[in-house]
């Protein structure tokens, strides 16, 4: 999977773009009939950063993801992505774009007349990619996520996990530049989402892929926030005595609340802020 | 539910008609560009097309048998039983045989359509699909349309066909008439302007179909009660949309032909 990520990220980091966020809103607000869902989100994500998006439940997360991948269109404000502008942007130059973007959705999104391989190749097969390179990409997707003895499953055969470990499988096997995670550990249990979390870290430390990942799980946030990926080892916990003092730096807090910015910053930032709503919901 | 006022319900149609209008608009579009997606098309064909065999058939003959029963008690008044094989035949190609079919496959495929298109809906699949780089509308509606419109056509020959055969065998056991005899009137009274009426209306049902069936899954909100809903939907507006279009067709038609 590294080979596959690295290469096509390849193309992006060596060009002048670079220096650019890859993802960044201005003042972005989306109203749903006459309820506002989001108001005047600001914020941008760098290269290689990892963006937390923290809130309660129905706070406009998986709204805000959706806008990033031009899934819907805001009602003002600006959003770019890779420096392209997205709001303006005709959909049939966003299903170019989106070939950069891999996308996690909360219940999977599996096309269940598929099996899992055709899944998987799914973007592959889009792109005319010849039969065997497919399958060999796959089949590698599939060993990242641990799955590759579920090649031939339909996703009715699968557990909730499993077809969350489809899924992202199929949002990694482009070797896309940005990932966006809506929710992947929502409604699974604690062991099967540190497992989800753990191939999220695998993700961000074996390819450096920005991403974003929405969740109203602590748990999962400061996981990802503490923890690194190593190839020998697996996940393991970074040292509070090394020059990170147990913080991966690359990890960027947001928190909404009622379709508001209530915090963004570094965890460090976030565990100290003295703000009550964040406090409790912290506590 | 919640009750709407006139204002916000009239709106709202008028944005459903809109974006009905553009979805009808794109699926034609993408008939003309690449990609078309032929393997879709043919599973569509085998769907619509070879799946629906079975009841047009049926409908197709049983309709042939009834309206050979009732016609032939009105003819007996007129001494004219003999023209039963005429007034089946006219009855079936210029109006029965393409409302029934269309009626028939509405029930069975815009249903599905908007069935699977709006379970899909549901589940994020079709934004999964939008996100992985594919058209929902070039993926999923288009093959149907053109899958739709090409097999409604044959579907009503067939009906047609067997709705004379099934008049046929009627008249012959209950009525006493020369099956020859009741094929040469049906083969007699069609003209050119009949056939191309009969096989025009199931161009503009398949459209129907299609769209509203399409249309219907892709608006899906609300889970499980919502694809029902859609599917409901679906159903009951192509079937009523087809009697209206039906009615507009066979006046054009009557206007071009004269009869």
Redesign the interface.
Known sequence: MGDATASSGAATVDSPESARPVVEFKDVSITFDVKPVLQNISFSVDRGQTLILLGPAGTGKSVLLKLANGLLKPDSGSIRIFGQEITTMPERELYELRAQIGMVFQESALFDSLTVEDNVAYRLHEEHVPEEEAHARVVEALKFVELEQAIDKFPSELSGGMRRRVSIARAIVSGPDLILYDSPTGGLDPITSTTIIELVMKQRDVSHTTSLVVTHRLQDAFMLATHRYDAQQGMKEIPRDGPEHGIDSGMKFLMLNEGHIVFQGTTEDLVHSDDPWIKEFLA | MPLLSPEAYLKQKILALQEYSVLCGAAIADIFTPPLYWSDIFTQMDSIGVGSMPIIVLTGFFTGCVLALQSATALRQFGAVSMTGSLVALSMVKELGPVLTGLMVSGRNAAGMASELGSMKV???L?????????PIRKLVTPRLIATIFMLFFLTIIADAFGIAGGALTSVTTQGLNASSYLHSSYQSLVYGDVVQGLTKPLFSAFIIATVGCYCGMKTTGGTQGVGRATTQAVVVSSVLIIIVDLLVTRAMIGIFGR
């Open positions: 589940t994020e699949q934004d999964a699909m939008r996100a992985l780089g594919t058209d």
